[in-house]
Structures are given as C-alpha cells and as structure tokens.
C-alpha cells in the first residue's frame, strides 16, 4: 500500500485501482487515505450488487468513486447486475464496456441494454432484464477456467 501514497503524492492523475479486489477490506485504506480517485471493483467479485452497494457508499464519504470492472468474459447478467447499481450510486464515475465476449453469450443470454452515444442504456424488462435460454446453453458445456482464482482450495481468499 505504500506505492499507491508514493503514487499520489507525485501525481495529480486520476488513479483507478480495484479490478480483482473481493472485500471493502482488500480497498479500504487505499480509499480512507485517498491515494485512489476510482475504485474498480466488479460485482463479480466483490459479493454482488450488495458487496459493491457497500464498497460504494464506504467510498463516497472520501470522495472516491466508482469505475467497475467490465471485462469482456463477463455475461450479460453480470454486466446487467453492474449497470442497474451504476444507475443508483451517487458517486459513479465511468463503467468499463468492451462488449460481451463471444456469440455463446449472446446466444445464451438475451438482454435489453443497449449502447447508444457512449452510453449503456437498462431497457424496462423486469428483474436484470435478463433472459437465460437453457437450450442454447445445453450446446455450450462448462470449460474449467484457468484464470487465477481469489479463493485457495481450503476457501480463504488470495490475491491474484
């Protein structure tokens, strides 16, 4: 964590941190001291719309805000999940988009958000406004992922 105050005290930059980080714990003294201007985390990995609702309020006290994490091997439901909190925090900044990642997804996944002028638009479709096809899913079998993981095998979390 010391790099991160040597970063702000010779920058006047925008700093965004966060894209793996699980916990308000894994954030909090970057966000408490300031050293960040943007706290990057995902709600697909910090416990869901409620674990990033709670990363988010912590920061507005600082005056940190948020820029999650949009990567693009993140489902519609994730991204969907993401954009309706993106929608009620006071303290947003900018959502990360690079498009869904593959035409499994789009298969699978039918949604409303749709991306106008730079902007992701949440349709009026009720829950996410997400919908799951199983069919389309039966022709995609799950792949174990060999991406770091934030969890060792007894549970306990790790950074990547």
């Not at 991160?4 to 930059?13: A, I, K, V």
């Not at 050293?35 to 674990?51: L, P, S």
Request: some cysteine; proline content about 6%.
């Amino acid at each position: 964590m010391p790099t991160f105050r040597e970063m702000r005290n010779h920058t006047t930059t925008p700093l965004a941190i966060g894209e793996i980080y699980n916990t308000i714990w894994d954030c909090k003294e970057m966000i408490q001291n300031q050293w960040i201007d943007y706290i990057r985390t995902a709600t697909t990995h910090a416990g869901g719309i409620t674990g990033v609702r709670r990363i988010a309020e912590f920061a507005a006290i600082f005056h940190v805000r948020i820029a999650p994490h949009g990567a693009p091997d993140l489902s519609p439901i994730c991204f969907a999940a993401q954009s309706h909190l993106d929608l009620w925090v006071p303290n947003f900044g900018i959502q990360e988009f690079v498009g869904f990642g593959n035409e499994a997804s789009n298969e699978v996944f039918s949604h409303d958000l749709t991306l106008k002028d730079g902007m992701i638009h949440v349709g009026d479709s009720p829950g996410l406004g997400v919908d799951f096809n199983e069919e389309a899913a039966a022709k995609y079998p799950y792949k174990r992922s060999y991406l770091p993981v934030s969890r060792l095998e007894d549970g306990t979390l790790w950074s990547w």
